[in-house]
């Protein structure tokens, strides 16, 4: 009886080890010119995924990139920066919270949060996108909506 329940065990933390490693997920954000919450946007805007996954950032309308915004990242996290209307794919190594800016419309807050596994940093996040957040000439509280759906 002790037995079967340690197999199970066993069986269950192996599962739990495989899905982190060996399904790392693929998600896909687009870049749009507008949705229903606005324009210049990123869909979602907020996304949740594990570390270890990937995501790719794909230009549905044109002129639009996708990169990491320097310190609005996990310490020591990787950054990664798209060309014009081409799809980039990042590959989240640290847990937190990321900024995802498009260059040519970041005065536009277009703007979206990659939240790998817990949100450590949020905190460290909120404060700087602040001070970020003060040169979009429209859209201001988009990111810290963005920011404020964060469980
Ligand atoms: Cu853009």
């Known amino acids: 009886m002790k037995k079967k329940f340690l197999g199970g065990v066993l069986v269950a933390c192996l599962a739990a080890s495989l899905s982190t490693t060996a399904f790392a997920a693929e998600h896909t954000v687009l870049m749009l010119n507008g949705n229903a919450t606005g324009v210049m946007v990123f869909e979602p805007a907020l996304i949740n995924v594990e570390v270890g996954d990937t995501v790719t950032f794909v230009a549905k309308d044109m002129g639009h990139n996708a990169e990491t915004v320097s310190g609005l990242a996990p310490d020591g996290a990787a950054s990664f920066k798209g060309e ?18 498009c260059n040519p419309h970041s005065i536009m807050a277009m703007v979206g949060v990659i939240v790998a596994g817990a949100p450590t940093n949020l905190a460290d996040i909120q404060a700087k996108a ?17 920011l404020a759906q964060i469980k």
């Not at 014009?84 to 800016?101: A, M, N």
């Not at 970020?132 to 201001?140: C, P, T």
């Open 84 to 101: 014009l209307s081409k799809p980039v794919t990042f590959t989240v190594d640290k847990e937190g919270v990321y900024v995802v800016q």
């Open 130 to 146: 602040a001070t970020y957040s003060e040169k979009f000439v429209m859209n201001k509280e988009r990111l810290s909506q963005i």
